[in-house]
């Protein structure tokens, strides 16, 4: 047989995409496919649904429609699409409609969109309809507007790939008059339609929601026909506000600005954009960035972060990527110095942006510009301390050792000599002591050095210019060092910050932290004297983790709290925190929610896992009760019948009644064990433990069994055990009936070995023994393994190991030497 060919091509994809039903989605396929079928393609109905619409019967006539295959499902017959008997026809074109529909069970595929894929794969192209309701990703937001919660949904990948999308648009109201004429639904259903999904807010709100996601589908297009032909300047098909975040108090003002020229035109998008540094050091306010993501949330717009060098390169950049037709930026806060020599970031973008506008918003913030203070340095007291006292000394030794010579040619190496001494202050010290030391070298070397001496005048130019560059030099190295000094505390903060927060993160993401472990450290990081989780609760705030003396128990006795999230606070009582450290804090936080939810997710884990065993144990009874308590209940039944007739001889009678005999005890001991296994899942078994002796309990424990089946090997020298006498009696009669009954006629020996603590009870069988890889699983619940015997459920074992746990004992199998299985029971002794 040979392989069927492969299409040259796939074939291509058409919707039609309406808000609601009724609009027209089917009769405009229909209307395509007879369009298509004039012009000579080859076309057929693979699956349409009329709804028993006369417009839409009536344009079904003249086309070639594939009869439907019949699904039986739970007694019912279904019809669906002979996708088969399609691929056989091979047409052109096939008409498809509902493209959400789920096929019934027993189909080659589950959903009808599967169905597509394959014919489109098989270079056929596809005529479909689908409502806006059944796209997945409005799903939920179709059952907020409607309250009905759409069953069947298709991924929006398969509407958004197609080739062609074409909308049915109705008005609200023409399509209710479509409604109350009959052309939708049955007459019996229009008054309920009308006046719940068919609601005229309802089919305003969802003709919006079809119009949007076809405007992002033609955006989407527009951006890959740009991304194809290499057109990198924006086309202004819809209006983009990019708003500039710099993380200041004016952000708020700029993102207001912003919105609000966004709602000057219907549809457009309002952007933020802020830009990091990507030597990862500038550290703008966290608290503000957070602060401006929550108001970008707000007014419907996005925000976005991007990493750059330079801040209106990166800004532009994004906006020409994002297609922006208008970038809002404020107005510089630097001096006028600065934005003399340097420029602003509003002219740079400016400058930058080509055909995208440029909007400069003023602020509060321009006059009472907030700059760093440059005479606070980074560096510690005590070696600013010291770098002050150098500034004086150094400068006034040099000078003494210096005065011993007394050449008038050796300026320039005085010149040199000052400048190291200032750059020891520097490093030493950093930038004021800097400038004290370099003013201090110019006055004395100006005074003791400079021709002529012991007065400020200069003489020489070149000396001036000496003294000068001198200043300079000074005043450049130390503003290089102060600056390197800034950076490495940022870059350890940084550093210490990150390793603190990866610290937390690899904890709670491994399950390995508590929110007790969190506050502790939190605690210890920031060096508090306690610190709380709060839990907000119906009658007040509750302490869910606390570390230290005195934690707090509500946030307002707290000197540093943090929000975690609506209903959790962390506390803090201690110093104040720099605002450095409250941006850590913010982080712990994040992992603190992170850790709650995991709690919250492990609980449910736990209680779907109890659920589970819970189903799989009440299945397992329902499927055993179906059966191996049907027996005896049966065979009872039978006998009971047997024994009121009055043509039994006593030969027959004795017979039946030792089946009524042997059933009513079959039942009575499934019924134990089904009790037994309850009482131990539920924690109702409460031993009670005394001392007593193996010669009282085993003989009552293999009573039961039929003579000669059972050899009982228990010396009188046995020691006492601790143990509950009736549960120890019911787990070796399980054990001794289980025996019995894989031993095929060989009797089962009942043993005891005394060992140092312990004594065991060996039931030792001839069977056919157990694997030694499947022995655990004979003690689970309802596992027979390969026991087919009829009257058991497979909990005998199962039981036999609970109630021994329950009374401190073990169970456990081994290998009979010469064959078979011995099961070890393990009971404390009495006097262990």
């Not at 009971?640 to 039994?648: E, R």
């Not at 009552?700 to 143990?723: F, K």
């Not at 390969?786 to 290998?815: F, I, K, N, P």
Request: aromatic share 4%; glycine share 8%.
């Amino acid at each position: 047989m040979e392989a069927e060919p492969r299409p040259e091509r796939r074939g291509r994809l058409t919707v039609y995409l309406g808000a609601a039903p009724g609009v027209g989605k089917t009769y405009a396929m229909l209307s395509e496919a007879r369009r298509r079928c004039e012009r000579g393609t080859d076309v057929v109905v693979g699956y349409v649904e009329t709804h028993g619409r006369q417009l839409t019967t009536g344009m079904v006539d003249g086309l070639e429609v594939v009869p439907r295959v019949e699904v039986s499902y739970r007694g019912t017959t279904f019809t669906e699409m002979d996708t088969e008997a399609v691929l056989a026809r091979r047409p052109a074109v096939v008409c498809v409609d509902e493209l959400a529909h789920t096929n019934v069970p027993g189909s080659v595929t589950q959903k009808r969109a599967e169905d597509v894929e394959r014919l489109r794969a098989a270079g056929i192209d596809v005529i479909t309809t689908v409502n806006i309701q059944h796209l997945e990703s409005l799903n939920d937001e179709v059952e907020r507007i409607t309250g009905v919660r759409q069953r069947e949904t298709v991924p929006d990948e398969v509407v958004r790939t197609a080739d062609q999308i074409q909308l049915v648009d109705m008005s609200p109201d023409a399509l209710r008059r479509r409604m109350a004429h009959g052309n939708i639904y049955r007459p019996e259903q229009i008054d309920a339609s009308l006046t719940s999904y068919f609601r005229v807010g309802n089919l305003t709100a969802l003709r919006e929601l079809a119009l949007l996601w076809l405007a992002d589908r033609v955006d989407d297009a527009l951006g890959d026909y740009r991304r194809a032909h290499r057109i990198e300047a924006p086309w202004p098909a819809k209006e983009r506000i990019v708003v500039a975040v710099t993380g200041g108090p004016e952000s708020e003002t700029l993102l207001r600005r912003g919105a609000r020229l966004a709602q000057r035109a219907s549809g457009s998008e309002l952007l933020a954009v802020h830009v990091i540094a990507n030597d990862g050091l500038a550290n703008p306010d966290e608290s503000r960035i957070a602060r401006a993501q929550q108001l970008v949330a707000s007014l419907g717009g996005t925000f976005h972060s991007v990493v750059g060098e330079d801040v209106s390169a990166a800004v532009v950049d994004f906006a020409t990527g994002a297609n922006a037709t208008m970038v809002v930026v404020g107005v510089s806060r630097h001096g006028r110095l600065r934005r003399l020599f340097t420029g602003t970031t509003g002219d740079r973008i400016a400058s930058l942006a080509g055909s995208i506008d440029v909007h400069l918003v003023t602020h509060g913030e321009v006059a009472r510009a907030a700059r760093t203070r440059w005479y606070l340095s980074p560096l510690s007291r005590p070696r600013q301390v010291v770098g002050l006292a150098l500034s004086v000394v150094l400068p006034v030794l040099l000078t003494v050792v210096l005065r011993t010579s007394s050449d008038p040619d050796q300026l320039p190496v005085d010149v040199l000599l000052f400048l190291a001494v200032t750059v020891l202050v520097a490093l030493v010290g950093g930038m004021l002591p800097a400038l004290i030391a370099a003013l201090g070298g110019f006055l004395l070397m100006n005074w003791f050095f400079t021709p002529p001496v012991r007065k400020l005048t200069i003489s020489e130019p070149t000396n001036l210019v000496a003294l000068l560059v001198f200043v300079a030099v000074a005043i450049g190295v130390a503003s290089v060092v102060d600056r390197a000094s800034r950076r490495a505390a940022d870059a350890v903060r940084a550093r210490t910050e990150a390793a603190t927060l990866g610290a937390l993160s690899r904890s709670v993401l491994t399950g390995q932290d508590t929110a007790e472990a969190i506050v502790e450290r939190l605690r210890e990081v920031f060096g508090q004297q306690s610190a709380a989780l709060l839990e907000r609760g119906p009658a007040g705030w509750v302490v869910v983790a606390s570390s230290g003396a005195a934690p707090p128990v509500e946030p307002e006795g707290a000197d540093t709290r943090v929000q975690v999230d609506d209903d959790h606070v962390i506390a803090l009582r201690g110093s104040a925190l720099r605002a450095t450290d409250q941006r850590v804090l913010e982080g712990f936080a994040v992992q603190t929610g992170l850790v709650l939810e995991y709690r919250r997710l492990r609980e449910r884990e736990e209680r779907a896992a109890a659920l589970e065993r819970a189903e799989a144990t009440s299945t397992s009874v329902l499927r055993a009760v179906s059966h191996d308590l049907r027996t005896p209940l049966a065979t009872m039944r039978a006998s009971v019948d047997g024994l009121v007739s009055d043509a039994l001889d006593p030969a027959d009678r004795a017979e039946l009644v030792a089946a009524v005999d042997s059933s009513t005890e079959q039942l009575e001991r499934l019924i134990d064990n089904l009790l037994d296994l309850s009482r131990l899942e539920s924690g109702l078994v409460h031993p009670v433990l005394r001392d007593r002796s193996l010669e009282e309990i085993l003989p009552l424990a293999v009573s039961g069994q039929p003579v000669g089946t059972v050899s009982l090997e228990v010396e009188e020298s046995a020691p006492p055990v601790r143990t509950d006498a009736g549960l120890l009696e019911r787990v070796v009669a399980n054990l001794v009936s289980n025996a019995v009954r894989v031993s095929a006629g060989t009797p089962v020996r009942v043993l005891a070995h005394v060992l140092a603590d312990t004594v065991e009870v060996l039931v030792v069988d001839r069977g056919p023994g157990v694997p030694e890889d499947r022995r655990e699983r004979m003690f689970d619940p309802f596992q027979r393994l390969d026991d087919t015997s009829a009257g058991g459920l497979g909990l005998g074992l199962a039981v036999a190991r609970g109630l021994t746990e329950a009374v401190g004992g073990t169970l456990s199998a081994e290998d009979t030497p010469g064959g078979g299985l011995t099961m070890v029971l393990s009971i404390p002794r009495a006097d262990a």
